[in-house]
């Protein structure tokens, strides 16, 4: 639920337009910013599966730090209480620790039972990537939904706003698309490096957001 993710934070800009693009997408992805970081550590595991079907590729064998319920819930509450520290906005930290929260909830319509609810279980899943067509049924339209209600909530102040949209838009299709129908990953150290690059999207959007200006407002 990659770019699922960064549509639901694209659609919480009309909740909250007021908050950085930037912010919101850091919310809806930050269990998996900090994941790439305790993987290379050795503290959380995931195993490459290289038969398995494009989406069920990695085994998320121990990671109750980053994508436990209960581990997203005390995310959620210390990202909201620094945006709510940062901003003063009550509204925006709401709408980022409900982002926080989103993640969860999302990737529980597409994993297998792997995800622990407190710890070491128990462990839930609806299953949804054992579905390469029903995955695509709901995480693209679940994205083309959040892109719609961005660019309708937004307009461009110059032609960055403009163009970096959708250029940010055609970078995720175009990485969505690799990781469907690339190779698998050749180490769990290349997955954690790669993951890193996950704080660019954050920076991206960012940018992106200081070019465009909601009906009110300038995005802060």
Do not use: C
Not at 136 to 153: H, I, K, T
């Amino acid at each position: 639920m990659f770019i699922g993710h960064v549509g639901a934070a694209l659609a919480a800009k009309r909740v909250s337009p007021r908050s950085s693009l930037g912010t919101l997408v850091a919310a809806a992805l930050f269990v998996d910013l900090v994941w790439p970081v305790l993987l290379l550590a050795g503290i959380e595991r995931v195993r490459i599966v290289p038969a398995a079907s494009p989406f069920l590729r990695l085994d998320f064998e121990h990671y109750p730090f980053t994508h436990s319920g209960l581990g997203v819930l005390a995310w959620a509450a210390a990202f909201g209480a620094v945006v709510l520290w940062r901003t003063g906005s009550r509204r925006g930290a709401a709408v980022a620790a409900a982002l926080v929260v989103s993640h969860w909830v999302l990737d529980l319509v597409v994993h297998r039972p792997d995800l622990p609810v407190v710890w070491s279980g128990p462990k839930v899943g609806l299953g949804l990537w054992r579905s390469v067509p029903g995955t695509l049924a709901v995480e693209l339209p679940l994205f083309a939904l959040g892109v719609l209600a961005y660019a309708r909530g937004t307009r461009p102040v110059d032609g960055v706003g403009r163009f970096a949209l959708w250029g940010y838009v055609a970078f995720l299709l175009l990485v969505y698309a690799a990781n469907a129908l690339g190779p698998p990953p050749p180490s769990s150290q290349a997955i954690g490096v790669a993951g890193l690059a996950l704080f660019l999207l954050v920076a991206w959007a960012a940018w992106i957001d200081r070019h465009r200006a909601t009906g009110l407002v300038r995005p802060a």
